[in-house]
Structures are given as structure tokens and as C-alpha cells.
């Protein structure tokens, strides 16, 4: 038998009770497949900042590192929105992206046959929706320096922050989105503001350069604010997209709002080693916290990912992915995605 | 009679004609309200460069600079695709909105009743949306210092640009937006990255501090990718929207294309003082160009715009809102907007 070692983090809100059933659905897998899991269950984000002053404490992040792969509920909550900047919950985010290294986020969004009325696009126009975001998310203008709240020479407050990236953080996860679109239907759309930003010049001449590397990829480039209003007019035309972390933040979750089901929205961040980091795109949801209200489908997606992409366990995967395809079937729903006629699970 | 200089910045693409339409208009609704223009029209973009070598030749700068408001059509085309960037189209928008100082940029995004079935989201959803951005136009990350592609100690490329805002700049573009909300529905939502970027924390306090001075607007702020989400769930629940240069650029075509009627949509761009700078949001679709297919809607609803907030005359301004509206209720189309039982304009 195989075992792994699982890092589980709750976090806050709905996270706890979509992470205790995703483990359930990881373990009935990994039992039909051979596997076996070791869990360890670590505080993070805003139940961390609770139980010991900060949002990622070094036990967590220890236990972390050392994992096989590390599944992540959510972070945040009212209750640390008034923190100061180093003590909110969030900060636990960025310090696992940056210390573990996980460069790329891929994040799907995929509209479901069965689901496709959940969106708020037209069905003509959603429908077969299946694309791939691949995110870069270790670098630019998250993590830039300078940035900070200085005083200027007229003694005025002024905000900084820096978009900046180096040719080798573009190729690595340039690399990643070709190898991911030569994976998919072979089409890679990179998505940058080359016509204002020096960033996107470097971006885009970088990205160009490795495609000879990937004849078997078709390469498009689109302006950002292009692309916010494509995935609106028509979404299906997107097969890979990558871009840097800010503009892949906003299309990301754009595109995930296009399905009309984020609570069904898995996510994947990979470095080049070290194990990665799977988590549902959605919040914490403090409004539904504890009401059994949650959709766990995005965290069971996400620990379908992390079983393909963390472990390479791809039948493992399969068996989870296939299970969310046949609840769907059978009718069962969460409330956000309930229409008259479905069983509410 | 009043007379108003006007200068006419046709541009590339099907600028030169969605502009010589909208100068009838403007003409003929200024003689029903008793004023009379005298137009300028000078060469820009694209156009500039083919004569004179230059996106914005020096004598175009004067004659916009000098006139009482300034109305663009369109900017830029394939041709100078792969020109150096001192030497692109585009670059003559910059030059404009920075030494105009037009720092305001209003981008109203409306779903117009008789257009409701262009948007690509549902009927339900896209039905009565009425929104108008104030996206910062003359700071950010378009134009903080440092930027450029030097060589790092590894002797590798990286890319800079640099988000900055210093606290003047956040309180005129705060300020338009609170009196822009107070004259519409009285509800403004800034839109940042607070919990990650540092210019958008200064920007959040700043706009927070004046909230106290307008008691009668009432003020909400969200998130940038949260804001990309919302505009597709539930765009209805936006009134006003200010946000800066990047993010304003961005989720102002995204809200443009929820309309579904990107031909129609206008834009303002003002200062403290000088002329204003009108616009139709769309570009230069150099694939139609000099065909009679383009939508001059656009293009004569910022002639309205220009009369109202340029020129201060409401009137004239109101003749021209209704004009196109009194066009599409008689069925009259242009083909992006066509519908079975239209009239093909
Ligand atoms: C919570 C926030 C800091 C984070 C981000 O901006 O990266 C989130 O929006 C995400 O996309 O994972
Ligand atoms: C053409 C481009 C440089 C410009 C911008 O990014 O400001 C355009 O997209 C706009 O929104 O007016």
C-alpha cells in the first residue's frame, strides 16, 4: 500500500466542514485505489491568529512543507477584517504561496452540463465553457518591491506598490501553461497590457519566445481588459489562458462567476518541488459558517486535484471526479446550486 | 448665439467616420438650443504617424488644448501593431489624457430596454443595469516611476511598473465620484486590492475619510476580483463605481460588454480645468473601417456628453440622449446591435 502524508487546514467559516468531507471522499478513494493517507490537521488563517496571536504559525507551516500535498479549506472572516495588515488572516495565504514556492495556480472553470442554468449568461452562451487559467502566483505586483505608505516631499501620503517580474518567473510558468494547454486542446492565450505596462513588454516578448518550443500549441496574445469583456462575450473560445498573479486574480474569478457555480471551483498552486497546494476558489462564507448550508464539491474537486497533479495518483482522481459527475446526476444540490426539480442534499 | 470651438480628433479606423456623423449631430442639436461650433479637425494616432511621423503632432496638441472640448473617434489599427512604443497610436491617448490633465474618466454602462437581448447574460439579469465608472485616468500604474526592462545582478530581464497614488490624487478622483453618485442614485462602491497592495490601502483610507463629507451618498468598498464577479451576478447592484487606472480599465469593458452593446457606449474625460476629452469606448475595428457598418451611436452619445459635461449645456445634450433613443424605438440598426425584426440602418 501506498501512503501519503496530508497536510489538512481547515482554516475559518464554511472551511472546516467542506475540508471533514473532502477527507472522507479522499479516504473512500484512496481505499478503492490502494492508498493510504496519514492527515495531519494544522490551524491557519484567522483560527490560527485565535488560537495562538498569527495567522500562520510555524508548526503549521512545518507540517505543511513536510506533507505530500496540503489541502486548504479558507481563510478570512469580519472578525479580522479590522487587523492590521501583518496580523489578518489572509497574510497565512501569502506566506504559504511564497515560502512553499508554488509559482503556478491553475485554476478551471468548467460549466457542468448539469449546471449550466446556475449561470447568469445565457445558456447558448455558457454551455461546453471549459477552460483552464493558469496563474502566476509568487511573483509580480503581490510581492513587489518598493511598496508601502511613504510621505513625498510636500509631506503627502503616498501608496506604492511594484509590478515587477524577472524573464525566469515568466518562462517557468510560461512552461506550465504550454505543457497544460498541450494537455487540453492545445491552445494557449496569453493575457497581459503590453500596450501600457513594461511588466507585460518583458511578459509578452518572454512568452513568445519559448512558444518555438511548443509548435504543437497555438499561441494567442489578448489585452486584459480585452479578455474581461471575451469571457463575457464568449467564454468558449478560451482553451489555456496564463497571466501574471493580479490580472489572473480578477479573470480567475471572473471566469469562475461565469460558470455560475463557485461553489464548485477547485484550485491547484505548484511549485517546482515541494508538495502543492489545493484549495476551493470560494471564501470563507462566514454568513453560512456551521450551517451544514456549504457546498463541498469545490474542496472534493480540489482534493481530485491534488490526487492528479500532488500525487499522480490519476485513478484516484478519476474516481472522485466521476463521483461529482454522478451525485450531479442523480439530481443532488447544494442550495447555491439548487434549480426547482433537484433533490437538496 | 454662443459659438464653441470644437476640436474633431477623427483618428484610424472608423474614427473618421462614427465622428463626421457625430458632427452633424452635434450641429444640428446645437442650432435647435442656439449654439454654434466651429470644429477643428486635426490628425491623431495612427493617422498622425502616416502624415507627420508622430502620434500626436504638436499642432493637434494646441488645437485640443485650446479648444472648449475635444471629441475622438477611434485610435490605432494593425498597421502600427508592430511599431516601437514611442511610436504606437495608443501613445497619443496618453500624451491627451496627461497633459490635459483629464484625470476623471465617467464611463456610463447602461442597458438600454430596446438592446436588452445583445447582452450575452440573461434577460433578468442584464435588464435595467445603469451604471457609471469613474476610473482614475492619469496616474497608476500607467504612469508611475520607476518603470522600464533593465538587467538584474544574475544579468537577467525584468520588468518594472509602479502603482502609485499619492493622496491628491485619490481625493480629486474621490471627490468627482461622490458628487457623480449624489446627482445619480446616491450609492458609491470604490473598488481596490486592500488586503494585498499598499496604494490601494492608501486609496480605501482616503476615500473613507471624505465619505463623512457627503452624509447623503452612501458608500460601500469591494475588492477587485470580487468586483469582476459581481458586475456578471448581479450587475444591477452597482450605481456608481470608482476604482483606479488599471482596475478602471478592466472592469469598465467588462461592464461595457455585459450591455452587450459595446458600439453604444460613451466616455468623458475631465480635469480640474480646460477642455474635456469625449469618446466612444469602443475601438478603431479597422476590419469594417470605411464600410458605413459601424455603430455611430457611440461616438454621438459622447457628442452628448460632451455637451453636458464639457460645454455645461444640458439641453442640447438631452435633444441628442433622446434623438437615439427615439432611433432605436422606430427599429433602426446597425448590424452589431440587429435583431430579426430591426430595420437595418
Ligand atoms: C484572499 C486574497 C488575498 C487572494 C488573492 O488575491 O490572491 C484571493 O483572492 C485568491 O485569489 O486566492
Ligand atoms: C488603448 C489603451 C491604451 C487604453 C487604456 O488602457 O487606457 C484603452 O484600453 C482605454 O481604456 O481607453
Chains 1, 2 share one sequence.
Not at 500532488?310 to 442550495?335: S, Y
Request: with cysteine; glycine share 10%.
Amino acid at each position: 500500500k501506498k501512503r501519503y502524508n496530508i497536510a489538512l487546514l481547515p482554516g475559518d467559516g464554511i472551511g472546516p466542514e467542506v475540508i471533514s468531507v473532502a477527507k472522507n471522499v479522499l479516504q473512500k478513494a484512496g481505499s478503492l485505489e490502494g492508498l493510504e493517507f496519514d492527515f495531519k490537521e494544522m490551524p491557519v488563517g484567522g483560527a490560527a491568529l485565535d488560537l495562538v496571536g498569527v495567522p500562520l504559525p510555524e508548526e503549521t507551516f512545518t507540517a505543511a512543507k513536510l506533507s505530500d500535498a496540503i489541502l486548504l479549506g479558507a481563510i478570512g472572516g469580519y472578525k479580522w477584517d479590522k487587523n492590521e495588515k501583518h496580523l489578518r488572516p489572509e497574510m497565512a495565504l501569502f506566506y504559504l504561496r511564497r515560502d512553499l514556492k508554488v509559482f503556478a495556480n491553475l485554476r478551471p472553470a468548467t460549466v457542468l452540463p448539469q449546471l449550466v442554468d446556475a449561470s447568469t449568461l445565457k445558456k447558448e452562451v455558457a454551455e461546453g465553457v471549459d477552460m483552464m487559467i493558469v496563474r502566476e502566483l509568487t511573483g509580480g505586483i503581490y510581492f513587489g518591491e518598493p511598496r508601502g505608505i511613504t510621505i513625498n516631499e510636500n509631506g503627502e501620503e503616498v501608496g506604492v506598490s511594484t509590478e515587477i517580474y524577472a524573464a525566469h518567473e515568466i518562462d517557468r510558468i510560461a512552461r506550465v501553461a504550454f505543457e497544460t494547454a498541450r494537455k487540453r486542446r492545445g491552445k494557449l492565450c496569453s493575457v497581459d497590457k503590453a500596450n501600457v505596462l513594461d511588466a507585460s513588454i518583458l511578459w509578452r516578448k518572454r512568452v513568445t519566445a519559448l512558444a518555438s518550443e511548443y509548435p504543437d500549441v497555438e499561441l494567442s496574445h489578448m489585452y486584459v481588459d480585452n479578455a474581461a469583456m471575451q469571457l463575457i462575450r464568449d467564454p468558449k473560445q478560451f482553451d489555456t489562458i496564463v497571466t501574471n498573479n493580479i490580472f489572473g486574480d480578477i479573470l480567475s474569478d471572473e471566469a469562475s462567476m461565469i460558470t455560475g457555480s463557485i461553489g464548485m471551483l477547485p484550485s491547484a498552486s505548484l511549485g517546482e518541488s515541494g508538495p502543492g497546494l489545493f484549495e476551493p476558489i470560494h471564501g470563507s462564507a462566514p454568513d453560512i459558517a456551521g450551517q451544514d448550508k456549504a457546498n463541498p464539491l469545490a474542496t472534493i474537486l480540489s482534493a481530485a486535484m491534488l490526487l492528479k497533479y500532488g500525487l499522480g495518483e490519476e485513478k484516484a482522481a478519476k474516481r472522485i471526479e466521476d463521483a461529482v459527475v454522478d451525485a450531479l446526476n442523480k439530481g443532488f444540490r447544494t442550495g447555491d446550486i439548487y434549480s426547482p426539480g433537484n433533490v437538496c442534499a
